[in-house]
Nanobody
Framework: QVQVVDFGGGLVQPGESLRLSCAAF????????VGWFRQPPGKEREFVAS????????DYADSVKGRFTIAKDSAKNTVYLQMNSLKPDDTAVYYC??????????WGQGTQVTVAS
């Protein structure tokens, strides 16, 4: 079984940065990739970024390209989402999830990111 725990959210002002963390536990060799998703208030959950567990391939939503960076620390089994130049539209609950090469099947509890002046 795989478990993921996401954390690191908070309240920041527009233009500031924040780094989210997603720590994986358990049978981590079963993980193919880790993704970050977000659910803005009143909207559906959307894809933000993903990285293969090998760290060799990343993918981003168009809305965050050039501002967000996903990276993995293999020694810590942790995936980070560095978010720069944050905008109010980035306000959402952010979730990380592990992918078993078929689907995202293990989800974190979510961490709130609020961007407001």
């Amino acid at each position: 079984q795989v478990q993921v725990v996401d954390f690191g959210g908070g309240l920041v002002q527009p233009g500031e940065s924040l780094r989210l963390s997603c720590a994986a536990f358990g049978r981590t060799p079963l993980i193919y990739a880790v993704g970050w998703f977000r659910q803005p208030p009143g909207k559906e959950r959307e894809f933000v970024a993903s990285i293969t567990w090998s760290g060799g391939s990343t993918d981003y939503a168009d809305s965050v390209k050039g501002r967000f960076t996903i990276a993995k620390d293999s020694a810590k089994n942790t995936v980070y989402l560095q978010m720069n130049s944050l905008k109010p539209d980035d306000t959402a609950v952010y979730y990380c999830a592990s992918n078993n090469n078929k689907e995202y099947d293990h989800w974190g509890q979510g961490t709130q990111v609020t961007v407001a002046s």
